[in-house]
């Protein structure tokens, strides 16, 4: 009898730990070339606010990090989903960011940056969410990477990985917070 209440007990455990991660997924969608677009979504149970997207642009000449919720003067009028535009906010179950063309995004984190390389030049692009997640004062965070592959005179947004990683670790969540204090 101990034993089945011990095998329950463990079961009604991981399944609330289950419920309290943050999730959050970092990928490419409508096509795999450089205008197929970046979507981040938020597949936890419970809301999420993302704080900031650092993206690092690799190529032969160097790496170039940078917050891309800083980067631009935002209009007057938002649109119809201000979370895109802005590239931050509040995102419920299954909710997502658009945050463009992956060459448009390139061209942006690049401008202003003498040296920067513009997108054919580019060979890996790093991008990590930053967010707020639950009661938890310490931020959560989702990365993955993309290689940018030529083939026959095209270039294609390839995932270095299956699933998006997510780092919600305390190294990882303190690395987050250091990583966001450079960009502050």
């Known amino acids: 009898m ?3 209440w011990i095998v329950y007990l463990q079961l009604l455990l991981n399944g ?3 419920q309290r991660r943050s999730s959050i997924l970092i990928t490419r969608g409508a096509g795999s070339g450089l ?3 970046c979507l981040v979504t938020n597949m936890s149970v419970e809301p999420i606010y993302v704080t900031s997207l650092i993206a690092t642009m690799l190529s032969p000449e160097g790496h170039y990090e940078v917050a891309l919720t800083d980067l631009r003067d935002l209009p007057e009028d938002l649109g119809a989903d201000p979370r895109s535009t802005m590239a931050q ?4 179950t299954g909710q997502y960011i658009d945050l463009g063309h992956f060459d448009d995004l390139i061209t942006l984190l690049g401008q202003d940056r ?8 580019v060979t890996k692009l790093e991008l990590v969410v ?3 997640y639950g009661s938890s004062h310490r931020p959560v ?8 592959e030529t083939r026959d005179g095209v270039v294609r947004i390839v995932p270095q990985s299956v699933e998006t990683l997510q780092l919600r670790s305390r190294r990882a969540r ?3 917070r250091r990583q966001m204090a450079r960009h502050m």
Not at 114 to 121: F, I, L, Q, R, V
């Open 141 to 148: 965070g989702a990365e993955r990477h993309f290689a940018l």
């Open 35 to 37: 205008r197929s677009r």
């Open 114 to 121: 003498p040296g920067a390389p513009t997108p054919n030049e």
């Open 130 to 132: 930053v967010a707020l």
């Open 16 to 18: 609330y730990r289950r």
């Open 2 to 4: 101990l034993g089945v």
């Open 89 to 92: 906010g509040s995102l419920v």
């Open 174 to 176: 303190l690395k987050l």
